[in-house]
């Protein structure tokens, strides 16, 4: 996994770098709108339209217009359910289910499975239903004494009605909205234990770390009963990045690799990375400086004679560390145009038309063809990812992810998918974002291995 996330903060840095003066269309159009509609009749099975997709997209207080591209709707709505639902095994499973009684369920409800495109609106749908059918447990009061008494075996001192409401009250949730106790203990999920040997394994840092952390922020450990508790509060402490919770299947799907183009890559990049000198780590370092300088631009028209001269530099050195032999062409209509780096820098938009990137080793060995759409690139995308590296050198804070809660109830399963994206986001600026993040995490790992190994 961490190879996987050293993999990809190289892949990052050099789709960042490098089509960096090409910007993008500003909306989605009716007719890829509709491509995308056709696309998903043809997987659901039946016809399935735009007014279907504004439909689905109200549910979440969202609409259209808020998408730049048919990748960042498509990455919002998430799968397609197919025609013959081959692809709802999970939900079967977790909900232990069947087709027959998955129909029964929605019947229940004056639903049924063709009134469902995504497979995430009819998981919630699901979920919603299978609690609502659940009646409350008459000796809820009862049962909540026995599992204070079990908890507070555990935690080493008394957990009281009172610990539970606070608890709960940090996800905006109460007493109440539980049916069992069962459903109760899920939800606060691990208690700390009296010893607090599980401290380590949930923060990925020792005992005594977390400790000093709480101590130098005036948190005392006494106050907690659930890990997940004690975590949001050390949260604004503790810089996360976990390897973990980088979605490598979405990045692939970005750039169109496939599993076997990501081993080739792995291999190349970790063996250089193995072997990097002092003086090449250097050249890393000095890359991000260089990155943060740029001032802001949108395309290269803005730029002048020496800041394309220093874009077309950092690129080469870039090149030049991982050793990669790289080759441009133009994808458009299903026809593909071999394309300089000349040409590539002159560009100032990609309109219905790809970037393709053919990355080979110094012999010649294909690596990996990268797909790049026109998705706004600019200074933010080069200064941002620079600005990663050089926080990343300086900062050295453990990191974790933070546990986020919800409970299924009539007042939130229409807005489950969570909060709508942020009118002036862009498909590029979020994945850009995330491409930092992973940067930072890979240039970690990538310093912290060679730490370990000089003072071995």
């Not at 003066?21 to 735009?50: D, N, P, Y």
Request: aromatic residues 10%; hydrophobic residues 40%; negative net charge.
């Amino acid at each position: 996994m961490k190879k996987l996330a050293l993999f990809f903060c190289i892949i990052i840095l050099f789709s960042a770098v490098l089509p960096s003066t090409i910007s993008a269309q500003t909306s989605i159009t009716e007719k890829e709108l509709e491509r995308f509609a056709s696309q998903i009749s043809q997987q659901r099975g039946f016809t399935v339209t735009i007014e279907d997709l504004e439909y689905n997209l109200a549910i979440y207080d969202a609409n259209l217009q808020e998408f730049e591209t048919i990748n960042e709707l498509e990455q919002f709505l998430g799968e397609v359910i197919k025609r013959d639902g081959s692809n709802l095994d999970l939900i079967y499973e977790y909900y232990e289910l069947d087709s027959d009684s998955l129909e029964a369920l929605l019947n229940e409800f004056g639903e049924s499975l063709d009134d469902y495109i995504f497979i995430y609106d009819l998981e919630s749908a699901v979920d919603f239903y299978i609690e609502e059918k659940i009646e409350r447990d008459p000796y809820f009061d009862e049962n909540l004494e026995i599992y204070l008494k079990e908890v507070s075996a555990i935690r080493g001192f008394t957990v009281t009605r009172e610990h539970i409401e606070h608890s709960l009250s940090l996800y905006e949730t109460t007493l109440e909205e539980f049916k069992t106790i069962e459903r109760l203990s899920d939800f606060l999920a691990e208690v700390i234990k009296k010893d607090l040997s599980n401290l380590s394994a949930y923060f990925d840092m020792s005992k005594n770390d977390v400790l000093q952390l709480m101590k130098d922020n005036g948190l005392d450990i006494n106050d907690y009963v659930y890990l997940d508790d004690l975590g949001i509060d050390l949260y604004e402490f503790i810089e996360w990045d976990d390897e973990y919770s980088i979605d490598f299947d979405y990045l692939m799907k970005t750039y169109d690799l496939t599993d076997e183009e990501l081993l080739r890559l792995e291999e190349h990049i970790g063996n250089i990375l193995e072997n990097a000198s002092d003086e090449t780590i250097e050249r890393i370092w000095n890359l991000a400086d260089r990155m943060m300088a740029f001032e802001e631009f949108d395309t290269a028209t803005e730029l002048t004679a020496s800041q394309i001269a220093e874009l077309v530099s950092i690129y080469h050195e870039f090149v030049s560390i991982f050793e990669f032999d790289i080759e441009f062409s133009l994808i458009k209509d299903g026809i593909e145009e071999p394309l300089s780096l000349n040409a590539l820098m002159s560009m100032t938009e990609l309109v219905n038309a790809d970037l393709k990137i053919s990355i080979y080793n110094l012999q010649g060995t294909f690596l990996a063809d990268l797909i790049i759409t026109g998705e706004m690139v600019s200074s933010e995308t080069i200064n941002g990812t620079g600005g990663a590296i050089k926080t990343k050198q300086t900062e050295s804070k453990q990191t974790f992810e933070p546990v986020q809660k919800k409970v299924e109830s009539e007042a939130t399963t229409s807005t489950v998918k969570g909060a709508k994206l942020p009118e002036t986001a862009s498909s590029y600026v979020a994945n850009s974002l995330f491409g930092i993040a992973t940067l930072l995490i890979g240039t970690l790992i990538f310093i912290r291995a060679r730490k370990v190994t000089s003072e071995k």
